[in-house]
């Protein structure tokens, strides 16, 4: 597993893990608003076989 900061071409598949792991979309809208305000110091993202499975922000 690798652990590593998000880009821009992991933002669909972390809406997805967050959409999964919360049981809707509330949580992958405010990581969305929290990325578009500038507000989170930090997100990452863990990768196993190429598949993203786990994002974590902290703001």
Same mark, same amino acid.
């Given at each position: ?15 997805? $893990?967050? %959409? +999964?792991?919360?049981? @809707?979309?509330?949580?992958?809208? =405010? $990581?969305? %608003? +929290?990325?578009?305000? @500038?507000?989170?110091?930090?997100? =990452? $993202? ?11 922000? =902290?703001?």
């Amino acid at each position: 597993m690798i652990i590593r900061p998000e880009m821009a071409a992991d933002w669909s598949a972390i809406d997805e $893990v967050n %959409r +999964l792991a919360s049981g @809707g979309s509330d949580e992958g809208e =405010l $990581v969305r %608003r +929290l990325r578009q305000d @500038g507000l989170a110091c930090a997100s =990452l $993202v863990a990768i196993d076989n190429a598949d993203l499975v786990g994002h974590i922000m =902290l703001s």
